[in-house]
Structures are given as structure tokens and as C-alpha cells.
């Protein structure tokens, strides 16, 4: 699972609502991303992020973290709202009882714009539920249906 979170450029491929992808940097462990998003029911978004992973196999739990980087990419050019302030992170660790995996994805934004409260909730909710669908949907491709 984690592989399929890393493996960035692949996303494009199978990640619902992601529109463009460009690596801007990659030092192996740090990677700065921009994409441009086209949700439902809102105007389409963009913004520019910063990951990190992290890796202690001796815990068997593997991380990457997500903080905003608009500074390190493209400067908005008006077609997209850009996305202001996202925090967040990807944890894979092993099951509790050793066999299989526990994946955790958390996600803060402001999405920017003027949206209603209830409507960012409800969007925000259902793109990240759709998102960690879609990495274990092409993680149990890449491995034969395991």
C-alpha cells in the first residue's frame, strides 16, 4: 500500500478527481508536488505540496507527511482556487495481529473559495474516502487481487 501511495506518478492513472500532476523536486525521501483537482459540485482547485516520507522498519511503519509548499510552485494564474493550507499525512503500519496492514489517512484544508460549511464537509469527506478506495483498489491490482 504504501509503494502505491509513493509511487506519485502514477497517480494520475487511478486517482479520482486529480486532473494534473507535476513533480517539481524529488530527493528520494522529499518531493514537491503540484496538482490541480476537478471535484464535484465545486469549482476545480490547485495547490503545491510538500512530502515527506519517513520509514522505521524496525516498527514496520511507514509515513509520509503533507504540508503546503504554493511557495515552492506555480503562482495562481486564476483558472483554479488555489488551496491555501493543507496539512496531513499517510501511515501504514502492520494489523495488530501482525497480518496485514492498517493504512490511516488524515487530511487538513482550507479549500478556498466561498462554500458553504455543510458542502466542504460533505465534498471533502467523500473525495478523501474515494482516495483511499482508490489506493487499495490499485495496490490489490498491482498484487494480483491480494
Known amino acids: 500500500v504504501f509503494e502505491t501511495i509513493w509511487k506519485q506518478r502514477e497517480h494520475l492513472e487511478f486517482v479520482p478527481y486529480l486532473k494534473q500532476l507535476r513533480i517539481l523536486s524529488d530527493t528520494g525521501d522529499e518531493r514537491v508536488a503540484y496538482e490541480q483537482l476537478a471535484l464535484p459540485l465545486v469549482r476545480d482547485r490547485d495547490y503545491t505540496v510538500r512530502l515527506r516520507k ?7 511503519r511507514y509515513e509520509i507527511l503533507i504540508e503546503s509548499a504554493n511557495d515552492a510552485g506555480p503562482p ?7 488551496v491555501t493550507n ?5 501511515t501504514v503500519e502492520a494489523g495488530p495481529d501482525g497480518k496485514g496492514s492498517v493504512v490511516r489517512y488524515e487530511l487538513q484544508s482550507d479549500p ?5 460549511a455543510w458542502l466542504v ?21 498491482k498484487n494480483g487481487g491480494k
Open 54 to 60: 519517513r520509514v522505521d522498519p524496525a516498527l514496520d
Open 112 to 116: 478556498g473559495g466561498i462554500i458553504p
Open 121 to 141: 464537509n460533505r465534498t471533502q469527506r467523500n473525495a478523501a474516502a474515494d482516495l483511499v478506495r482508490a489506493m487499495l483498489k490499485r495496490t490489490a491490482e
Open 86 to 90: 493543507i496539512r496531513g499525512s499517510w
Open 76 to 82: 495562481p494564474d486564476g483558472s483554479y482556487v488555489r
